[in-house]
């Protein structure tokens, strides 16, 4: 081990080691930027951006270690309201190209009703919390709308389902028992 680390001491030398990124930008230019500086120069977009596309490499080096690049199925990552952070539609653009290159699925998942970032995606489902009080139920109902971006009365071929669930899966925790005594 110690041989090991003088090793890379001597690889890396007196001056360390320096890693830079690319900043996400809309037009693609190739502007490098060292990574203490990321959060002077990116905004809260660009550094989600750069953190998804970080991710999507590891998964599909990971895939590919593991012998699966043939399948082309790096894994899937669900995203938490990423469009309240990075609604740029070339934010977007890039985040979904840069996954579909590396074989990652993008699942995001917002309360946001931005027309403009959601009409990038190909398919919207939206979903709300429904409850029926009476009888104690709380359940979760697909609420059909119109396409993003076009008004009601601008939309020629009226509303619009956008997907439809087929299947579902439940699962449910057993009762605890009840304690003893």
């Known amino acids: 081990m110690s041989l090991l680390l003088r090793g890379v001491a001597a690889a890396i030398g007196p001056r360390g080691v320096s890693v830079e990124i690319l900043k996400p930008d809309a037009v693609l230019r190739a502007e490098r930027v060292s990574v203490g500086q990321m959060s002077d120069v990116f905004s809260g977009g660009q550094l989600l951006t750069a953190a998804i596309a970080l991710y999507c490499t590891m998964a599909a080096?990971?895939?590919?270690?593991?012998?699966?690049?043939q399948l082309r199925h790096a894994g899937t990552l669900f995203l938490d309201n990423p469009i309240g952070r990075a609604n740029?539609?070339?934010l977007l653009e890039l985040q979904r190209a840069v996954a579909d290159a590396l074989g990652v699925q993008l699942i995001y998942t917002t309360g946001l009703f931005d027309t403009t970032a959601?009409?990038?995606?190909?398919?919207v489902i939206r979903l709300r919390n429904d409850a029926d009080l009476r009888a104690g139920l709380k359940y979760i109902s697909v609420e059909e709308h119109?396409?993003?971006?076009?008004?009601?009365?601008?939309?020629?071929?009226?509303?619009?389902i956008h997907g439809e669930i087929t299947a579902t899966r439940m699962f449910r925790r057993p009762a605890e028992p009840a304690p003893a005594g």
């Open 146 to 160: 119109l396409r993003p971006g076009l008004p009601a009365a601008q939309d020629p071929d009226g509303p619009a």
């Open 61 to 69: 080096l990971r895939a590919n270690d593991r012998g699966q690049s």
């Open 88 to 90: 740029a539609t070339y």
């Open 118 to 123: 959601l009409a990038e995606f190909p398919l």
